[in-house]
């Protein structure tokens, strides 16, 4: 049960991220009524203290605040027709996903006509951040909304930062995502580096981490590429595919060259393309393991 000083909030995408705000907001003694399309994940919630609403619409009827973390500007789109036909007075959507500035404005519009509020507010960090609450917040939209909300950030985030006007949320979103895009594979090419120059992974791993080289994305992805298992995905490359297009276009829109961006992308679509989509994003270092005909000892653990 939610102590006196806590309320019910709503989460509508159950996945990696919606997932580990809803059991941390349940660990803090929130309550939680959630929704997502997949039924095992609306079972796995639901084990974990999550009070599982039949959809968005009776998520709406149920919390004041709603977090939506969602796959895809059309689930986005289907979510905020449901909370607008909920037929319930003012609530406050906060949009953690990461879409384009479209999506994001035209949903914020919907709500909007319909006597609601939209945040744009994007995280960084991956999905085993989000399980310690190690990410970080990039809110826009609604400062009063913001500071209101800063008590309900804290049980899933280590901070929270208002950027004003709605839309900077996301662009500080593509700012960040385009750097880990780049040193995730400049992570994994100095790894396949390493071990084609006979190093042992784990080395490679500790020595990088121990000196002047050393990134939070190298220290997050780089045992997964030492242990050369990547199915316990905490940001799965079919998903990442979609920030990476997000990205890519609004770079062009605004006209700013990405070089490194670009090469990194066609890594991350050949990662893809080899059957790798279900996989973290640090999936990469097999890629280019593969491209320099690298082969790990018998004894290495498979993907």
């Known amino acids: ?58 998520v709406a009827r149920q919390a004041r605040d709603i977090i939506t973390s969602l796959p895809n500007p059309d689930a986005l789109a289907s979510t905020v027709a449901a909370i607008a036909k909920a ?47 190690d990410l ?12 209101r909300l800063r008590p309900m950030f804290a049980t899933f985030t280590r901070a929270v930062h208002d950027l004003g006007g709605f839309g900077n949320g996301s662009r500080m979103k593509y700012v960040a995502n385009l750097l880990v895009a780049i040193n995730n594979v400049a992570s994994a090419e100095a790894m396949v580096l390493g071990m084609k120059a ?11 981490k121990a000196g002047a080289a050393n990134s939070r994305v190298f220290e997050l992805r780089a045992p997964m590429m030492v242990k050369n298992s990547y199915r316990d995905a905490t940001m799965k490359i079919s998903v990442w595919q979609k920030d990476m297009d997000v990205i890519g276009r609004y770079a062009r829109k605004i006209r700013v060259p990405t070089p490194m961006f670009d090469a990194s992308k066609a890594i991350y ?15 990469v270092c097999a890629v280019l393991e593969a491209m320099a005909g690298v082969k790990r000892g018998a004894s290495k653990k498979k993907r």
């Open 198 to 208: 006979g190093l042992p992974p784990q080395l490679v791993c500790d020595l990088v």
């Open 136 to 147: 970080v917040v990039y809110a826009s939209g609604g400062s009063a909304e913001i500071k």
């Open 1 to 58: 049960m939610a102590s006196a000083n806590k309320g019910v909030v709503g989460i509508v995408g159950l996945g990696i991220m919606g997932g580990a705000f809803a059991q941390n907001l349940v660990a803090a003694g929130w309550r939680v009524a959630g929704y997502d399309i997949a039924a095992a994940r609306r079972r796995a919630m639901a084990r974990a203290g999550v009070e599982i609403a039949a959809d968005a619409g009776e």
């Open 87 to 133: 037929g319930v007075s003012r609530r406050v959507a906060i949009e953690m996903s990461t879409f384009t500035l479209e999506d994001k404005a035209g949903a914020e519009a919907a709500l909007r006509q319909a006597g609601h509020v939209l945040l744009d507010c994007p995280v960084s960090g991956t999905g085993a951040q989000a399980k310690t609450r």
């Open 269 to 283: 679509k050949k990662a893809l393309a080899s059957g790798h989509g279900a996989e973290d994003t640090a999936a």
